[in-house]
């Protein structure tokens, strides 16, 4: 008689889902992927995972695949720097998949209220924000935005983004022509008639299209700091020299350095996060303290210093649908954020039944 086997099975499946085509999909191998980390760190804590590429012409391929799984993880940007392609169809398929019980994240719903620039706005009393206002029409924009405009530089965006696009510092010149300068990559700076440049925006504002509008910060030489999130907790930080919005005798961009959740320079902005900003941004946006992405993060530039001499942060964006998980610490945090949401829903199943 054959010697028994036993086999260890993970107790856990989840799916990693990023854009691609059909022949992406037909050799994505999770030790090959881009994500090669996040395969290993779910590995660490007995997940199994496996790789689900999408595109809109293979969403019933991935519905299938989806629906077997416990968790599915998701790396998809809102619009596609590459084609322009928006992720609507594969919302809906998470939103679906949602509703039979497999845990997402980032879910959809949350991206909507967190992954949007009208974040700005709708937090903008905790303490990282700044002289914000919100543009649900064309006619608020064009009867409020140059008045503000005559304080000093302003910067606009639009509510969904990536990458740059739609974000644009507008500075006042003599008489009526304003300098512009868009943050996406390659853009020139114009010189244009405040009205044109207001024409312009009619567009971004149609359909249901809205404009976050904040007032530039004089210290964004001094760079950005993005604290990379998993659920509730820092994961690390990054800290990059930005020059997307500055005047080209600023000098270049630097590469953004990556640091742990210990970092001592950034103590002060670890603790607001998790005790004051991440619990009042779930407060505010109506967002379940659990539902948190496992992997996000929040990008700041400083601010004025308080009166005893520290730093303030200004929250430029939040971003959700396609965070790459570093510095070194953020896949193990990533994944244990996973077991436990993984746990916690298994459990909650068990106790329905």
């Not at 519905?63 to 599915?72: F, T």
């Not at 949007?116 to 303490?127: D, F, I, N, P, S």
Request: hydrophobic share 40%.
């Amino acid at each position: 008689m054959a010697e028994a086997r036993s086999h260890k099975v993970a107790p856990y499946r989840v799916a990693i889902v990023w854009r691609g085509d059909r022949q992406a999909r037909n050799e994505a191998r999770a030790e090959t992927s881009r994500l090669k980390a996040v395969f290993e760190a779910l590995a660490r804590q007995g997940i199994a995972a496996e790789p689900a590429v999408w595109s809109e012409d293979l969403t019933e391929e991935v519905r299938a695949q989806l629906a077997g799984m416990d968790g599915v993880l998701v790396w998809v940007d809102p619009i596609s720097t590459a084609t322009g392609e928006r992720r609507g169809v594969l919302d809906d398929l998470l939103r679906d998949v949602s509703r039979a019980g497999v845990l997402v994240s980032t879910h959809p719903d949350v991206a909507d209220k967190m992954g949007v620039k009208a974040v700005l706005y709708r937090t903008r009393e905790l303490g990282w924000g700044s002289d914000t206002y919100f543009y649900e029409t064309y006619e608020a924009f064009a009867a409020a935005f140059p008045d503000r405009l005559t304080s000093g530089p302003r910067v606009l965006k639009q509510n969904r983004g990536n990458g740059g696009i739609g974000v644009w510092k507008v500075e006042q010149l003599t008489g009526t022509d304003v300098r512009v300068q868009e943050a996406k990559g390659g853009s020139e700076r114009r010189t244009l008639p405040l009205n044109a440049f207001l024409a312009e925006r009619a567009a971004d504002l149609a359909d249901g299209g809205s404009l976050v509008d904040q007032a530039f910060q004089a210290r964004h030489l001094e760079g950005m700091v993005r604290c990379y999130m998993s659920g509730e907790r820092v994961a690390g930080f990054g800290h990059q020299l930005v020059r997307a919005l500055a005047a080209p005798k600023d000098g270049p961009a630097g590469p953004r350095l990556y640091s742990g959740p210990d970092d001592p320079r950034f103590q002060r902005l670890r603790a607001l996060m998790e005790r004051e900003w991440t619990p009042g941004l779930a407060r505010l946006l109506d967002i379940p303290p659990d539902a948190l992405p496992v992997i996000w993060d929040a990008d700041f530039l400083l601010g004025p210093r308080t009166p005893q001499g520290d730093d303030s942060y200004v929250l430029c964006e939040i971003n959700v649908s396609s965070v790459f998980p570093i510095p070194d610490e953020a896949p193990d945090a990533l994944a244990k954020t996973t077991l436990r949401r993984l746990a916690a829903a298994r459990a909650r199943r068990q106790v329905d039944v």
